[in-house]
């Protein structure tokens, strides 16, 4: 929570929250039970497997063979200035940047194997715990919205403008939507006020902090992720009410309850829609920042969509080396995009891990993208609808925030997301909860 909101390897948080999650790691597989673990092997496997991918781009490799490599060419006229004879080189263009890349493969599966370590009694803690984060971070994100950016800074490089427990807006936001989805979970597991028939009011509540959230963060990607977990809150919403019709039978108080809390949930979607607008269009100055602010970033990374079209054609077998994309960029970045914003990464995750780990880094994400297709389709036919609808948000935010940013190299945002696809695709939750 206070040290994995930042995916720079530069900032001191990660120096300090990787080597304790990788003893967790080891804690978790000392102390792991007989047999073969019940849930989460497809995700582990899927971050061995880039893993060992990182360690095999490490691995230095004869003068001819990496001469051979597309991409190398400034490299190998300055050797030929510098060296007699061409050295032993590792296929990553970057070895410090694939180094970073390792330790956080390894940091996030030592934080999953302890998760996988807890008894399956404990998912509605862990999901009442990632609230209260929510929660806290959208706080934390008003007191900094009111005191400017200096107020509470857990970032050195942390960027303008609110961003609770993390260090960029557009991650802090699509956090937020996240939130609203654990919450609307939930609220339909009766868990979030102790039983209380007060559960969606309570639901409401978290959203709209949530909704407020992801509006200050002035992205339109946070936007739109909070819109579509919205649309999902509203479908477990109404699934709830369905599956207890006969409620209303024996009482017509929680019947009346229901209504009202869905008049709520209504009022809260149409003022989400008209604080967006006022943002939008009307609050120009205001001190939190306005959507088209946020979209002067966002017309850089359209524009350097051809050129990682580019580097995927070229380098789509082996890759230039996870971690390398910022390094390499610098190399061929065209004058005419040159300027004070620093293209850091590509921006769009899936050509990202095209360029950086070639063909098998793709086959992998692929392959995991696959199962958790799998798992929404067994979800849906064997009538965890409910269950299926919070995959289907948590997968479509996820898939989204992808196309434009890079949320999943986020410590905490990978780590959350892993732990709710493991969480809402298993099979142990009862029926009349699904």
């Given amino acids: 929570m206070l040290l994995g909101g930042a995916s720079r390897p530069d900032e001191f948080a990660n120096a300090l ?77 970057s070895p410090a940047g694939t180094w970073n890349t390792l330790f956080f493969l390894c940091g996030l599966t030592g934080g999953l194997l302890t998760f996988l370590l807890l008894d399956r009694r404990r998912d509605v803690l862990v999901l009442q715990i990632f609230v209260a984060i929510a929660i806290a971070s959208v706080l934390l994100a008003l007191v900094q919205a009111q005191g400017g950016t200096d107020a509470l800074p857990l970032y050195a490089k942390t960027s303008n403008g609110p961003t609770g427990l993390f260090s960029n807006a557009n991650h802090f936001g699509i956090f937020c939507g996240i939130g609203m ?13 102790a039983g209380r028939q007060a559960r969606w009011f309570v639901f409401v509540a978290i959203a709209i902090l949530m909704m407020a959230g992801a509006l200050i963060s ?33 009482s017509r108080k929680p019947a009346v309850n229901r209504k009202v809390a869905g008049i709520a949930f209504a009022v809260v979607i149409a003022a989400f829609a008209g604080f967006f607008v006022y943002f939008s269009l009307l609050a120009r100055d205001a001190g939190m920042g306005t959507f088209e602010e946020a979209g002067l970033a966002e017309n850089l990374r359209f524009r350097i969509t051809p050129i990682l079209a580019e ?83 948590l997968f479509g935010i996820i898939v989204l925030a992808s196309v434009f940013d890079y949320v999943l190299r986020t410590p905490l945002l990978a780590f959350v997301v892993a732990c709710l696809a493991i969480i809402w695709t298993s099979q142990a939750e009862e029926q009349k909860q699904g």
């Fill in 181 to 193: 989805l654990i919450a609307a979970d939930l609220a339909r597991r009766d868990r979030l006020l």
């Fill in 218 to 250: 002035s992205s339109r990607l946070a936007f739109g992720s909070a819109t579509l977990a919205l649309i999902c809150s509203s479908l477990v919403f109404a699934r709830d009410i369905s599956l207890f019709k006969g409620a209303g039978a024996r």
């Fill in 17 to 93: 929250l990787r080597p304790v999650a990788i003893i967790l790691g080891a804690f978790a597989l000392w102390n792991w039970p007989g047999g073969r673990p019940e849930r989460g092997v497809p995700i582990i496997a899927a971050l061995l497997g880039l893993a060992v991918l990182c360690a095999l781009q490490l691995v230095p490799l004869p003068p001819a063979l990496w001469m051979s490599l597309p991409g190398r060419d400034v490299v190998i006229a300055l050797d030929g200035l510098l060296f007699e004879q061409e050295p032993w080189r590792p296929l990553t263009v």
């Fill in 311 to 393: 580097l995927a054609s070229r380098h789509w077998l082996f890759g230039i080396g996870f971690g390398s994309f910022a390094d390499f960029y610098a190399t061929i970045e065209p004058s005419e995009l040159m300027g004070p914003q620093y293209v850091n990464h590509a921006h769009n995750d899936f050509l990202q891990v095209l360029i950086e780990g070639g063909i098998a880094a793709a086959i992998i994400a692929i392959g995991l993208c696959s199962w958790l297709g799998w798992r929404l389709l067994v979800l849906f036919r064997g009538g965890n609808a409910t269950r299926g609808v919070l995959v289907a948000g």
